[in-house]
């Protein structure tokens, strides 16, 4: 089975201005892959970084909508040691600090896809982690 970590840019994508036809094709393809979770067709990963950072969203409507879905993940990471050195070498190779923290929490569940709407993310990956790191509009059209 595929399983896959969705960064929370992916959980908020529903919510953002859907009056940009990139943004709306997102959410489109962002519902399509939750139907897939639910109906357990891929695997989802949830981590202690994706809590942390929802715990953080002021917007009561998109946590509570995020922790829904992050209950369906059949396997939760958590922030290791080893998790946490990953996250810090992809920092330092330019990445964000969460970012960096996803990337290394999908890399260490064993992750076949990592899900982000955010482009630069996506080219980053490409060179420094060994993830399919894809938007939701590509991972639809590859799986």
């Known amino acids: 089975m595929i399983r896959v970590y969705l960064d929370t840019s992916v959980y908020n994508r529903p919510f953002d201005d859907q009056t940009q ?28 970084i994706l809590d942390y950072e929802n715990s953080r969203n002021p917007k009561l409507n998109q946590k509570q909508n995020m922790i829904v879905f992050q209950q369906m993940a059949l396997i939760r990471q958590a922030k290791t040691k080893e998790v946490e050195k990953r996250a810090k070498e992809l920092e330092n190779q330019g990445i964000k600090t969460f970012d960096a923290l996803h990337v290394a929490s999908a890399e260490s569940a064993n992750c076949d896809y990592f899900i982000t709407c955010d482009r630069r993310l996506i080219n980053r990956c490409q060179t420094l982690s060994t993830l399919k790191t894809v938007n939701p509009i590509n991972f639809i059209a590859e799986v």
Do not use: D, F, H, Y
């Open 21 to 48: 036809n990139k943004i709306a094709l997102e959410t489109e393809a962002v519902l399509l892959i939750l139907g897939m979770i639910e109906n357990q067709e891929i695997e989802l990963v949830n981590s202690s």
